[in-house]
């Protein structure tokens, strides 16, 4: 299984979800939902997205 760590482009500490399984863009909002179930919703563009180290970026 793979889950990565959803952080903001312009602020690479800055984590907005840990542990994601799932990510679902429709527009320019981006759900994101965690390996336990949780989802958080941001307004914003994948900016990259490295599938096995594990990390997404995203502007927002």
Do not use: F, H, W
Not at 5 to 24: K, N
């Amino acid at each position: 299984m793979c889950l990565s760590r959803v952080v903001r482009a312009d602020q690479p500490d800055s984590v907005i979800l840990d542990y994601v399984s799932r990510i679902e863009v429709k527009g320019d909002s981006i759900t994101l939902t965690d390996i336990m179930g949780e989802q958080k919703t941001v307004q914003g563009s994948i900016v990259m997205a490295d599938l096995t180290g594990g990390r997404v970026e995203i502007n927002c």
